[in-house]
């Protein structure tokens, strides 16, 4: 559009605006539109920033059904103006806000994510519905939206979820045999949170699953089927032998080596032995008071270990992301474990170890042992 023509654009837009009726309103919008679409794949950003600036205009003076039909016009422009995308994604009107949450590319993570924390159910599955999401973006319609953006984004192949989002829709999926359906046969399931899940569902779940899982899918099924029937009928296992792993942490520790840097690689590793060894030395309590402890499903014990030997808190994480045999955490549990950790003082943490390790309750790590270790704070 050419600086004569945006000028004369303008004019016409105040004067439709001021003195104009909402007929005439309506009709400038639809012109200002399917203008801006026959020419957008032919315009510039300091073209299109017009076409924002008009239609941004137009829009503080249009009722709730031309605004949805604006958003529904546009939503599928690559070239779309960006503020004018974001005032109708932001709307509090669902039937406005959809068309561009679910299709517009026009959208930063930014935005999605700020939109998913500020409104409502409905918003969150359209969003739930777009053809591709971050990490970041399922965290927050996981954690704030409700069981239909669950089974949306279970089933939306576009959907990348952290540790922290599959957590969550493992733990969703135990009552929903539907929710665990529909995860179970994406094909981009890590092979451990495939395993997680099916430890969980029912007989009647995985068989089908395994009836409805494509080629590609059915070994995969197969494959952790058979790993947890393995862990089920397995027997106990054989006690670990800590000699090498207690001279390794002592000769560590010896060095001024054995501290957060070090652990922290023992975890991302997954070198437990080394990481029981190392919290019996730091804690001077022996490796029976901390073994019980990192396969416990409930973390508090092990948060109490981790402090009482002066871990920060990253370690610690660590420690609790990747422990073997034990269900992943889910977010809420990992933002309940860090206010336990910093509510603990460092004298509190080390006289729990302590005492349960001079009255073996360390063998059991059950919840009441910590209840009495935060009440003490």
Same mark, same amino acid.
């Given at each position: 559009?050419?600086?004569?023509?945006?000028?004369?654009?303008?004019?016409?837009?105040?004067?439709?605006?001021?003195?104009?009726? &909402?007929?005439?309103?309506?009709?400038?919008?639809?012109?200002?539109?399917?203008?801006?679409?026959?020419?957008?794949?032919?315009?510039?950003?300091?073209?299109?920033?017009?076409?924002?600036?008009?239609?941004?205009?137009?829009?503080? #003076?249009?009722?709730?059904?031309?605004?949805?039909?604006?958003?529904?016009?546009?939503?599928?422009?690559?070239?779309?103006?960006?503020?004018?995308?974001? #005032?109708?994604?932001?709307?509090?009107?669902?039937?406005?806000?959809?068309?561009?949450?679910?299709?517009?590319?026009?959208? &930063?993570?930014?935005?999605?994510?700020?939109?998913?924390?500020?409104?409502?159910?409905?918003?969150?599955?359209?969003?739930?519905?777009?053809?591709?999401?971050?990490?970041?973006?399922?965290?927050?319609?996981?954690?704030?939206?409700?069981?239909?953006?669950?089974?949306?984004?279970?089933?939306?192949?576009?959907?990348?979820?952290?540790?922290?989002?599959?957590?969550?829709?493992?733990?969703?999926?135990?009552?929903?045999?539907?929710?665990?359906?529909?995860?179970?046969?994406?094909?981009?399931?890590?092979?451990?949170?495939?395993?997680?899940?099916?430890?969980?569902?029912?007989?009647?779940?995985?068989?089908?699953?395994?009836?409805?899982?494509?080629?590609?899918?059915?070994?995969?099924? #197969?494959?952790?089927?058979?790993?947890?029937?393995?862990?089920?009928?397995?027997?106990?296992?054989?006690?670990?032998?800590?000699?090498?792993?207690?001279?390794?942490?002592?000769?560590?520790?010896?060095?001024?080596?054995?501290?957060? #840097?070090?652990?922290?690689?023992?975890?991302?590793?997954?070198?437990?032995?080394?990481?029981?060894?190392?919290?019996?030395?730091?804690?001077?309590?022996?490796?029976?008071?901390?073994?019980?402890?990192?396969? *416990?499903?409930?973390?508090?014990?092990?948060?109490?270990?981790?402090?009482?030997?002066?871990? *920060?808190?990253?370690?610690?994480?660590?420690?609790?992301?990747?422990?073997?045999?034990?269900?992943?955490?889910?977010?809420?549990?990992?933002?309940?474990?860090?206010?336990?950790?910093?509510?603990? &003082?460092?004298?509190?943490?080390?006289?729990?170890?302590?005492?349960?390790?001079?009255?073996?309750?360390?063998?059991?790590?059950?919840?009441?042992?910590?209840?009495?270790?935060?009440?003490?704070?």
């Amino acid at each position: 559009m050419s600086e004569a023509a945006s000028t004369a654009l303008i004019a016409e837009l105040e004067s439709a605006v001021k003195g104009g009726s &909402s007929e005439r309103r309506l009709q400038m919008l639809r012109q200002v539109t399917d203008l801006f679409l026959s020419d957008a794949d032919r315009l510039n950003e300091n073209q299109i920033g017009v076409f924002d600036d008009v239609l941004v205009r137009l829009m503080e #003076q249009m009722e709730t059904r031309a605004l949805a039909q604006l958003g529904t016009t546009l939503s599928g422009s690559k070239a779309a103006p960006k503020e004018t995308i974001r #005032q109708l994604a932001y709307h509090e009107e669902v039937s406005v806000a959809a068309p561009v949450l679910t299709k517009s590319a026009r959208l &930063s993570e930014g935005d999605l994510i700020e939109i998913a924390n500020l409104r409502g159910p409905q918003h969150l599955l359209a969003i739930s519905h777009r053809d591709t999401l971050s990490e970041g973006v399922t965290d927050v319609l996981l954690r704030r939206g409700d069981s239909q953006v669950s089974h949306a984004l279970a089933k939306n192949t576009g959907a990348r979820f952290s540790e922290f989002g599959y957590a969550t829709l493992v733990e969703s999926s135990e009552k929903d045999d539907a929710l665990a359906e529909k995860l179970g046969l994406r094909i981009d399931i890590p092979l451990k949170v495939l395993r997680e899940l099916l430890s969980r569902a029912s007989a009647a779940v995985r068989d089908r699953l395994l009836k409805a899982a494509p080629p590609e899918m059915r070994a995969k099924i #197969q494959e952790a089927i058979r790993t947890v029937v393995e862990q089920i009928a397995a027997p106990a296992l054989v006690p670990e032998d800590y000699t090498e792993s207690e001279s390794m942490v002592l000769a560590l520790n010896r060095e001024g080596k054995l501290g957060d #840097q070090t652990i922290n690689r023992f975890a991302m590793q997954g070198e437990y032995i080394h990481i029981i060894a190392a919290l019996s030395l730091l804690n001077s309590v022996k490796i029976e008071a901390i073994e019980p402890l990192i396969g *416990n499903p409930r973390p508090d014990g092990l948060i109490v270990a981790c402090k009482a030997a002066r871990l *920060n808190w990253s370690t610690t994480s660590m420690i609790l992301r990747n422990r073997p045999h034990c269900r992943p955490l889910s977010k809420q549990d990992f933002e309940n474990g860090r206010e336990v950790f910093e509510a603990l &003082s460092l004298s509190s943490a080390q006289r729990t170890i302590r005492f349960w390790s001079a009255r073996g309750s360390a063998r059991k790590a059950d919840a009441p042992n910590t209840a009495v270790a935060i009440s003490d704070i």
